[in-house]
């Protein structure tokens, strides 16, 4: 038996095998990968009154309670840091605030927009 008739088509078949293998498995698209790896975190609206700024979060007065988010991060399109925001905050305790909020899971909400509703404006 000739070795050329037995290798030539072994190697077109190995050729083919590794060429299709990217296809044997569906290919997964970024927002299946979240939600299959629990990477996508549940984003909520919250309304209160802010009743204190602390080192890195503040306390919102909800009609179910108080409610600790922290805050952490850039703000208002990358300008403000999160202290430069806390700052700033501290002058408005007891004011009416909206707060864009987003759970990281054990019970660890981060503020991912802050607004003041009292000072038309005033959105972090």
Do not use: C
């Not at 919102?60 to 409610?67: L, R």
């Not at 905050?89 to 009416?96: A, F, P, V």
């Amino acid at each position: 038996m000739n070795w050329e008739a037995i290798w030539f088509p072994s190697v077109i078949a190995l050729a083919v095998v590794i060429a299709t293998f990217p296809f044997w498995y569906p290919e997964m698209t970024g927002s299946e990968g979240k939600l299959m790896h629990g990477e996508e975190n549940p984003t909520f609206v919250m309304r209160g009154v802010l009743s204190e700024v602390g080192g890195y979060y503040v306390v919102v007065q909800t009609s179910q309670g108080e409610v600790k988010v922290s805050v952490h991060g850039w703000y208002k399109g990358r300008t403000m840091k999160w202290f430069e925001v806390l700052e700033e905050l501290r002058g408005y305790i007891g004011q009416e605030v909206v707060m864009e909020v987003e759970d990281e899971g054990g019970g660890n909400l981060v503020a991912k927009y802050i607004e003041i509703r009292a000072r038309a404006g005033v959105k972090y």
